[in-house]
């Protein structure tokens, strides 16, 4: 029988995942649709309430919103979402029979991880590029009063289209990076929630704590979207994404296929050794 190669095993690890999730899985039943509700209700519910109070006589302290920061419930909730359900689905893995499948069919496991990083950061990916388009599209429409200086083609809502969709493909890699490293599916989740909500927000408290922010990683990447913060970017706009993959690349690499390596390694070596005594 032959030995597949890495591509194979992924191309399989991508279809297996696929059979695993269809039908009426927590993916589609569950993440997918709180992907687009919950920033959609509250990017729209916001839009309403600040359209109505502009529309007030003698409100004209309600200021109009502009391209640069009408997509933040966007990266702020739906990247986060599919980060912690393609960090879920891997930390699974580990537990009951599923472990002894994964081992019988993805001998070179790495490959599964590199599976489910491609298969949850596409859907991510996807996911964002509809969000935006819709939210960017039907701002200036709906509510002109206060985002109708909002347009999807001006430079910075093409910026959102490529860079968002590029952060919620690489944050998907740091959830398996984590589902790899936490094997407890409820505590990877809340290690990264903390990680993204907490721990990058309060390291300012922390002595010399803006330094330390600067190299945040997720604050990183959202300022590399464009998106209007307080955060200013270390490496600037385009450099600061890069940084954020580099580090999702390589906590998938420390996790997820260097202790892969390191067990292979004495085996090898005693393969060597043994064709090397014949």
Known sequence: ??????????????????????GRSFLWTAAVP??????????FGIAAVAERLAAVPGQSYVATVTTTNSVYWVMTFSVSIMMVTAAYAHATQWHGQTSDLNAFLFPRSWTVALARWIYYGVIAAISTVVLLVVVMVTLPHQ????????????????????????YAFAACGVGIAVGSLIRTPSAAVAVLLFWVYVAENAVNLLPHG??????????????????EVAFVPRFGRTGSLLYFILV?????????????LLRLMPGRRRALAESGTT
């Open 1 to 22: 029988m032959n030995n597949p190669g890495p591509i194979t095993l992924v191309r399989r690890g991508i279809a297996a995942e696929w059979t695993r999730t269809s």
């Open 248 to 260: 999702a690349v390589a906590l998938f690499v420390i996790t997820a296929v260097l202790p892969i």
């Open 34 to 43: 709180l992907t687009f509700a919950l920033p959609l209700v509250i990017t």
């Open 210 to 227: 803006y330094t330390l922010q600067a190299y945040a990683p997720f604050l990183n990447a959202v300022a590399s979207t464009g998106q």
């Open 143 to 166: 509510f002109p009063h206060i985002y109708g200086a909002v347009h999807v083609t001006d430079s910075a809502g093409i910026r959102f289209l490529w860079t968002v969709p590029t």
